[in-house]
T-cell receptor
């Protein structure tokens, strides 16, 4: 299994809603990532978990809250988002620092 | 910003022609990877080149790395319409899991 699975594929939420994005991998990778991508722009790193511990937070607003329940799962909890947070949210995993990262298909988030 | 630069920003070629994209980065790296992205969906990992390698091949793809110039290039030979996509380079610095992406090249291959 060489896949990173993200759910849901599409999400529309109001500014007062609470929702979660989910990511799962079964490749035994020890690092997992959240990226945000706006249209026609490169992905921007948000968070990195290494061995289930948060190792990098790229000064992301607290309305985004990551969680790594176990080595296969990564969640991104969303609360009180703004319309400008609408974007494609990508999850990725990698085995080691020198290895390649595998990406999921992303969740297309629209905040209304 | 630590973001790398890619050029050209957009490239339009005929099927069968070769496509070359260039990437420059800012810090010392562990490795550099190239990804393809179709229509704003997930990124597909194409090829990884380590800092001690100079050239790597995979099928119709050829990647070069020049660490003295902090640059890499991706060559797609005998392009096909299905190669139409955005291509990104991403580099990791020593001792970090941080993948930093270049600005991307939008490739259009005309049938």
């Amino acid at each position: 299994d060489t896949e990173v699975t993200q759910t849901p594929k599409h999400l529309v939420m109001g500014m007062t809603n609470k929702k979660s994005l989910k990511c799962e991998q079964h490749m035994g990778h020890r690092a997992m990532y959240w990226y945000k991508q706006k249209a026609k722009k490169p992905p921007e790193l948000m968070f990195v978990y290494s061995y289930e511990k948060l190792s990098i937070n790229e000064s992301v607003p607290s309305r985004f809250s990551p969680e790594c329940p176990n080595s296969s799962l990564l969640n991104l909890h969303l609360h009180a988002l703004q319309p400008e947070d609408s974007a494609l949210y990508l999850c990725a995993s990698s085995q080691e620092m020198r290895g390649g990262a595998f990406f999921g298909q992303g969740t297309r988030l629209t905040v209304v | 910003s630590q973001q790398g630069e890619e050029d050209p920003q957009a490239l339009s070629i005929q099927e069968g022609e070769n496509a070359t994209m260039n990437c420059s980065y800012k810090t010392s790296i562990n490795n550099l990877q190239w990804y393809r992205q179709n229509s704003g969906r997930g990124l597909v990992h194409l090829i990884l080149i380590r800092s001690n390698e100079r050239e790597k091949h995979s099928g119709r793809l050829r990647v070069t790395l020049d660490t003295s110039k902090k640059s890499s290039s991706l060559l797609i030979t005998a392009s096909r319409a299905a190669d139409t996509a955005s291509y990104f380079c991403a580099s990791t610095s020593s001792g970090t899991y941080k993948y930093i992406f270049g600005t991307g090249t939008r490739l259009k291959v005309l049938a």
